[in-house]
C-alpha cells in the first residue's frame, strides 16, 4: 500500500483546511487509518484514526476542532481541520496499520505517507 497525503497550506489562525489521503491498492477498507503530526523539534504525535467499521478516535487537543472520515470507493482518509490554531503548525502524516485500534502507538502503523506541511500563522 502507498499513501499519498495532499492538501497542506498556509492559512490564518481560525480558518480551516482539509487534507486528504489517497491510497494504492484494493484492500484500503480492512486498514484502520491514522493522522499523525510532528512539528519541528518534537515527536510526531496522533491526531486522529478511524477504524474499518468508521469509528473515530480524535487526540484532545484537536477534539470538536478536527474530524476525520474515509472513503473506501475512493480509497481515500480525509481529516477536516477547523478553527485552526499556530501550534496546529506541524507536517502532517497519513498511516495505515491492520491492528483494530492501534492509536497513538506508531510502531504499530506499516505503511506510511510522505507527509504534507499545514503552517497556520497568527
Known amino acids: 500500500v502507498q499513501l499519498q497525503a495532499s492538501g497542506g497550506g498556509l492559512v490564518q489562525a481560525g480558518g480551516s483546511l482539509r487534507l486528504s489521503c489517497a491510497a494504492s491498492?484494493?484492500?484500503?477498507?480492512?486498514?484502520?487509518m491514522g493522522w499523525f503530526r510532528q512539528a519541528p523539534g518534537k515527536e510526531r504525535e496522533f491526531v486522529a484514526g478511524?477504524?474499518?467499521?468508521?469509528?473515530?478516535y480524535y487526540a484532545e487537543y484537536v477534539k470538536g476542532r478536527f474530524t476525520i472520515s474515509r472513503d473506501n470507493a475512493k480509497n481515500t482518509v480525509y481529516l477536516q481541520m477547523n478553527s485552526l490554531k499556530t501550534e496546529d503548525t506541524a507536517v502532517y502524516y497519513c498511516?495505515?496499520?491492520?491492528?483494530?485500534?492501534?492509536?497513538?502507538?506508531?510502531?504499530?502503523?506499516?505503511?506510511w505517507g510522505q507527509g504534507t506541511l499545514v503552517t497556520v500563522s497568527s
Open positions: 498511516a495505515a496499520s491492520t491492528g483494530a485500534q492501534p492509536m497513538g502507538s506508531t510502531s504499530r502503523y506499516i505503511y
Open positions: 491498492g484494493r484492500t484500503f477498507s480492512s486498514y484502520f
Open positions: 478511524i477504524s474499518r467499521s468508521e469509528s473515530a
